[in-house]
Structures are given as structure tokens and as C-alpha cells.
């Protein structure tokens, strides 16, 4: 597991910023554990024997068309590969306004539920909870672990389970 060089904090693998303090994080090294070193199987749901963890979740963009969260995705108005994490799938948002950054969010599958990890770095994300809370982040990762909705400017995705 990857730790953040600043505090110490545990980081998911596609991280790209400390979810404690913020700080950027050094590149991955590795993705999944080498093989003969995977994990056990399990009745958790969200992983596999192979120790990777699988979709329970979708993202439905707001020309109603459904992306399962299998792997890294990287959303935005034009997203470009080099912001992408390895074997990340792109994912374009049509926003004639320009509020969505080229490359604004990654979306990862984690064991708690899905990864947001905002790029803008000044645009940020909004999560808007059922309740009708809403909590933004600019520049770092925040862990979802229930359905909400997730505002980049003016273009609204929606996060469901599978």
C-alpha cells in the first residue's frame, strides 16, 4: 500500500494527492500484487480472487449514458491520456459553458466504495449526499462509500450502486 511521504497517510493506488494534508503523491509503482502474492479469496464483496477490486458501482452522465466504474476513469471536457493512471478509460462530459476542466476527475473503484481524486486544482467537486448535504474538494481525494450525485461546474454526474 502506498503512504504519503508528508504525513504518513495511507493512499489509494490511483491517489494522486494526500487525502490528510494535501500534499501530491509519488507516482504508483505497482497496481495490483505480484503474482503468487495475491489475496486470498473472500466473501467481502468488492473483491476478487485476484485481489483487485470490482465494479458495485455506475456513473450515469448527464445524457443518461451508464459507465461502470471497472477500473480508473478520467472525466472531463476533452481528457487527455497523459493525466490518466495506467489502463484508465476516458471519459468525455459535453459542457458548452467550459466549467469542466480537460481532465477534471479520476473515478476509481476502491474497496470502501469508489475514489474521487479532483484534478482541476481550482475548479473542484461538489458531492452532493441524499440528504441534500454537500461537501467540496478542490486538488485532493475523497472516498465514497453511497450513492450521490457529483457536480464538476455546471455538469452533474450521478454515482449509483450496480
Avoid at 480472487?49 to 470490482?54: E, P, Q, Y
Wanted: net charge neutral; with cysteine.
Amino acid at each position: 500500500m502506498r503512504v504519503c511521504a508528508g504525513c504518513g497517510a495511507p493512499a489509494s493506488p490511483v491517489a494522486r494527492f494526500c487525502v490528510d494534508c494535501g500534499r501530491r503523491l509519488a507516482p504508483p509503482t505497482e497496481l495490483a500484487p505480484p503474482p503468487g502474492e495475491a489475496l486470498a479469496a473472500t466473501e467481502e464483496p468488492g473483491l476478487t480472487f485476484s485481489g483487485l477490486v470490482t465494479s458495485r458501482w455506475r456513473l450515469e452522465l448527464p445524457n443518461g449514458v451508464e459507465v461502470a466504474v471497472e477500473g480508473p476513469l478520467v472525466i472531463g471536457r476533452r481528457p487527455d491520456a497523459a493525466a490518466a493512471p495506467p489502463r484508465a478509460r476516458l471519459v468525455t462530459v459535453d459542457d458548452p459553458d467550459r466549467t469542466v476542466s480537460r481532465s477534471h476527475l479520476i473515478v476509481a473503484p476502491s474497496v470502501g466504495g469508489v475514489l474521487l481524486t479532483d484534478l482541476s486544482g481550482h475548479n473542484g467537486v461538489v458531492i452532493e449526499g441524499l440528504d441534500g448535504s454537500e461537501r467540496r474538494f478542490v486538488g485532493s481525494a475523497v472516498e465514497v462509500g453511497e450513492p450521490c450525485g457529483i457536480r464538476l461546474g455546471a455538469v452533474r454526474i450521478l454515482l449509483r450502486s450496480a
